[in-house]
Antibody, heavy 118, light 106 residues
Framework: EVQLVESGGGFLRPGGSLRLSCAASGFTFRNHWMHWVRQAPGKGLVWISDIKHDGSSARYADSVTGRFRISRDNAKNTLYLQMNSLRAEDTAVYYC???????????WGQGTLVTVSS | DIQMTQSPSSLSASVGDRVTITCRASQSISSFLNWYQQKPGKAPKLLISAASNLQSGVPSRFSGSGSGTDFTLTIISLQPEDFATYYCQQSYISYSFGQGTKLEIK
């Protein structure tokens, strides 16, 4: 059974930093692109970053470029998101997502809440 | 950036109804269109990829169609568990989602 379990969310002040982790199991992690998608309270889904299966390439949404960094450890089956210079508008549930066929997002973690507030 | 626009934003329907949700892309995206279902407090679930490819385990009452800029998600004979929010997503250039369609019980 595919499982993606996020951790690391919490409450912090604007300007702070946080690292999210996503532990993957039930599939061959190193074979899949992985993504982070976020959802602000009561709002829609927003893709923010992805990373190639071998970690050699990463992309970011404009809203987080220069502040967030995605990475992965294929030996540990874990995806990361380092978030710096956090803003109130970064408040959201962050989902770890597996890339599937046809560039779809075929499995999602349960999400971890990040709250940025003064 | 490719903008995705869903209509309607909300929809009331009854069990047994047939409903159609439309998604329009701001430019052609071929068939790089996916549909997701999200229930309150839960993660989204992939229903359909590549415009019309029903995912394993998804009931056959769900179907998708379209190509280019205009796409539809159709649910025939609505069941109680189908009341949720539905999102389309393009994966042609980067990724972007529609704003969602909330399907509510009439």
């Amino acid at each position: 059974e595919v499982q993606l379990v996020e951790s690391g969310g919490g409450f912090l002040r604007p300007g702070g930093s946080l690292r999210l982790s996503c532990a993957a199991s039930g599939f061959t992690f190193r074979n899949h692109w992985m993504h982070w998608v976020r959802q602000a309270p009561g709002k829609g889904l927003v893709w923010i970053s992805d990373i190639k299966h071998d970690g050699s390439s990463a992309r970011y949404a404009d809203s987080v470029t220069g502040r967030f960094r995605i990475s992965r450890d294929n030996a540990k089956n874990t995806l990361y998101l380092q978030m710096n210079s956090l803003r109130a508008e970064d408040t959201a549930v962050y989902y770890c997502v597996r890339g599937g066929d046809g560039y779809s997002f075929d499995f999602w973690g349960q999400g971890t809440l990040v709250t940025v507030s003064s | 950036d490719i903008q995705m626009t869903q209509s309607p934003s909300s929809l009331s329907a009854s069990v047994g109804d047939r409903v159609t949700i439309t998604c329009r892309a701001s430019q052609s995206i071929s068939s790089f269109l996916n549909w997701y279902q999200q229930k309150p407090g839960k993660a989204p679930k992939l229903l359909i990829s590549a415009a019309s490819n029903l995912q394993s385990g998804v009931p056959s009452r769900f179907s998708g169609s379209g190509s280019g800029t205009d796409f539809t998600l159709t649910i025939i004979s609505l069941q109680p568990e189908d009341f949720a929010t539905y999102y389309c997503q393009q994966s042609y250039i980067s990724y972007s989602f529609g704003q969602g369609t909330k399907l509510e019980i009439k």
